[in-house]
Each structure stands twice: as structure tokens, then as C-alpha cells.
């Protein structure tokens, strides 16, 4: 991490509302420049709402949420992406019409030091192999794939992933975690929503344990042998 004195990253009382119905009652948390943070917990505790709710995609929301230099609380919608935050959806919003390098060429350059096409394909040769593809023609781990290549040209600061592996087949997931620990060794930083505990705890620097809208507790990986009591009482595992 080059510099843990200041995150990229901060997180104060974060609140977020579907209609009236409150979703996340005082989130805290803090990502650091070159880490990978994992958010973890049951179905529903509020981990896909948190990453919605630092992108601007829930329209009710207050609390404090600062990237670099930037409150995003004032910052458009459209705008947000521009600053450097990428978000890959569980659902992946892949579109069917277009081929994958036209998928992969669609997200605008937000700034410099992304990928080529050439490093992207050269980290994922599923997608060279297919590139005249349509895109929901790919595998579920290809569509996975391709949802976070096309991020990785636009020169993000800030990967935000939504469940990167659910629904894989253990060999596609094994690939992810290898990708995961490419973009690591790049200085990327990451925000990782993940149900599967033993595939997170093989990539992230640290974790939150959430539960009903509130992060519990924060902790490194290097703590997770005295955590699994907790681990397992809170996502029963």
C-alpha cells in the first residue's frame, strides 16, 4: 500500500434508503491505495448496497463519502465513473448486441495507465479466442471475464466487483483469483463484494464483516486464524 496515511477511499455514517425502506444505517470504512477489501456477509446485509451507494445509484443517501479529493455526495451520476471509480455489476451488463471487442472498446478512457487491448487479451485469452463473439453467446465465466476487462482499459483508480464468482465453476473461479493477483501486482485497487469466503480470504488484504446495514468489525488477513469463531457465527460458515 504506498501510502496508508491516506485512503482513496473514506467512508463515514454512510446511510442508503430503497424508497423508505432503509438499507445501510452508518457504514464505515476506509480503502487504501494498491489494497484489495473485501466486504463480507450473509445475503442482504447490505454489501451490493454499499457499492451502489458509493457509485451514485441509489438516489436517497447521506453520511460521508470522500474519493481522493472528491465528496461523492455532489458529484453527478454521470460524472462519477470519470473520477476513476469503476463498478462490475453481479448482473455484468453485458450487451447482447455487440461483439466482445465491442464490449471491451465501449467504456470511455477516464484517465491514463489502463490497459491495452493487447494486455487485456494477453490476460484473458478466452476473450481473443472469442473477440468476434456475441457477447451473451460467452460462458458465464467468459461474460464475468469480459464485464471486468472492458473496466480495466479506462484507467480506474478504484475496482469495485459485485460477487465476481458467483455461480462459477471452480476452475473459472480459480482464473478470477489469478487475475485478481495480476491486478494486484499492477497497483490496482479493489472493493470486493464476495460470498465465498475461502476465495476471498486467498485474495484480500483486509475485510469488513457486515451485518444488517453496518459494517461489525474490520481486521487483516493476517488476523483471519483468531476471526473464525466470529467468521463462522456471523456468515455461517
Same mark, same amino acid.
Given at each position: 500500500m504506498s501510502d496508508r496515511a491516506q485512503p482513496?477511499? $473514506? &467512508?463515514?455514517?454512510?446511510? =442508503?434508503?430503497?424508497?423508505?425502506?432503509?438499507?445501510?444505517?452508518?457504514v464505515d470504512l476506509d480503502i487504501f491505495p494498491g489494497e484489495t477489501?473485501?466486504?463480507?456477509?450473509?445475503?442482504?446485509?447490505?454489501?451490493?448496497?454499499?457499492?451502489r451507494a458509493i457509485m451514485g445509484l441509489l438516489p436517497k443517501r447521506s453520511g460521508t463519502l470522500r474519493f481522493e479529493?472528491?465528496?461523492?455526495?455532489k458529484v453527478p451520476l454521470h460524472r462519477v465513473a470519470r473520477l476513476g471509480l469503476g463498478f462490475v455489476p453481479e448482473e455484468r451488463g453485458i450487451f447482447a448486441s455487440l461483439s466482445v471487442e465491442e464490449n471491451l472498446l465501449l467504456p470511455p478512457i477516464v484517465a491514463p495507465g489502463g490497459? $491495452? &487491448?493487447?494486455?487485456?487479451? =494477453?490476460?484473458f485469452p478466452n476473450l481473443k479466442e472469442r473477440r468476434q463473439s456475441g457477447g451473451t453467446q460467452l460462458s458465464g465465466g467468459e461474460q464475468q471475464m469480459l464485464a471486468i476487462a472492458r473496466i480495466l482499459r479506462s484507467g480506474v483508480k478504484l475496482l469495485l466487483l459485485d460477487e465476481?464468482?458467483?455461480?462459477?465453476?471452480?476452475?473459472?473461479?480459480?482464473r478470477i483469483g489469478?487475475?485478481?493477483?495480476?491486478?494486484?501486482?499492477?497497483?490496482?485497487t479493489v472493493?470486493?463484494?464476495?460470498?465465498n469466503f475461502r476465495f476471498a480470504a486467498k485474495v484480500a488484504d483486509r475485510f469488513y464483516l457486515m451485518d444488517h446495514g453496518r459494517v461489525l468489525d474490520?481486521?487483516?488477513?493476517?488476523?483471519?486464524?483468531?476471526?473464525?469463531?466470529?467468521?463462522?457465527q456471523t456468515l455461517g460458515v
Open positions: 482513496l477511499l $473514506s &467512508v463515514r455514517g454512510l446511510q =442508503a434508503w430503497y424508497g423508505e425502506s432503509q438499507a445501510l444505517h452508518g477489501v473485501t466486504l463480507l456477509g450473509r445475503n442482504g446485509v447490505g454489501k451490493t448496497t454499499t457499492l479529493d472528491h465528496d461523492l455526495l490497459m $491495452s &487491448v493487447e494486455e487485456i487479451y =494477453a490476460l465476481p464468482t458467483e455461480g462459477l465453476a471452480p476452475v473459472i473461479v480459480q489469478e487475475i485478481l493477483q495480476v491486478l494486484k501486482a499492477r497497483g490496482m472493493l470486493l463484494v464476495e460470498q474490520g481486521f487483516a488477513v493476517a488476523e483471519l486464524p483468531d476471526r473464525m469463531a466470529q467468521m463462522t
